[in-house]
Every structure is written in structure tokens, then in C-alpha cells.
């Protein structure tokens, strides 16, 4: 069982910055690969970033290609997701989330474990 608590959302303007946390709490942090989805009003939860146990491997949707780094910390169990050249479309309620199995990155149901999600929101 793992607990996910996401923080670091909140308004900023377009071309800025921000990075958000996701500590994990419960065992075996490390065992687990990690993931950010994201969900705008009206749309559904769509893949942003994964990154292996490790860190060896990441990946990324088209859409932040470029412009997020995601990032993990396996002495802290906090799994990072820098976001650059913030964008109004980036706007959306992201989530982090976990997976005992790994290998189905790009979609939700790849992943056992949720957090409750921070507000991004992009002024242009």
C-alpha cells in the first residue's frame, strides 16, 4: 500500500515556472514505478510524465516533451515533475500516481495508486 500526497500547484502566468512534489508514503518506494497524469474541466485524465524505479527510463507525452522534467528521489520517497515554459493549455488538476507492475506507463490503468491531485492553473 501506497499513500501519495501531491503539493507545489497553483496560478502562475504563462512562460513561468513550477514544480511539483509527490511524497509517497507506506513501503517500498523505490519498487514502484511512478507516474503524472492530468485532468482540465470537461476532459479526461490524460498521461504527462513516467519514470521507472530507478529513474533509468522517462517518458513523456508529446505535449511537455521539451518543457517538463520529471524526477525522483528514492531516499526521500518524493517523486518530482519540474514543469517550464508553463503554457494556459497546461492548466489541469495534475495527479501522481504508482505502479507495482510498470510497463503500461501511458495509460491510467497502469497504475495502482493515486494521490488527491494539485490545481495547475496558466494565465496568458
Known amino acids: 500500500q501506497v499513500q501519495l500526497v501531491e503539493s507545489g500547484g497553483g496560478l502562475v502566468q504563462a512562460g513561468d515556472s513550477l514544480r511539483l512534489s509527490c511524497a509517497a508514503s507506506?513501503?517500498?518506494?523505490?519498487?514502484?514505478?511512478m507516474g503524472w497524469f492530468r485532468q482540465a474541466p470537461g476532459k479526461e485524465r490524460e498521461f504527462v510524465a513516467a519514470?521507472?524505479?530507478?529513474?533509468?527510463?522517462?517518458y513523456y507525452s508529446e505535449s511537455v516533451k521539451g518543457r517538463f522534467t520529471i524526477s525522483r528521489d528514492n531516499a526521500k520517497n518524493t517523486v518530482y515533475l519540474q514543469m517550464n515554459s508553463l503554457k494556459p493549455e497546461d492548466t489541469a488538476v495534475y495527479y501522481c500516481?504508482?505502479?507495482?507492475?510498470?510497463?503500461?506507463?501511458?495509460?491510467?490503468?497502469?497504475?495502482?495508486?493515486w494521490g488527491q491531485g494539485t490545481q495547475v492553473t496558466v494565465s496568458s
Open positions: 500516481s504508482a505502479s507495482r507492475s510498470g510497463g503500461r506507463y501511458y495509460t491510467a490503468q497502469g497504475y495502482d495508486y
Open positions: 507506506g513501503r517500498s518506494f523505490s519498487a514502484y514505478d
Open positions: 519514470i521507472s524505479w530507478n529513474g533509468g527510463r522517462t
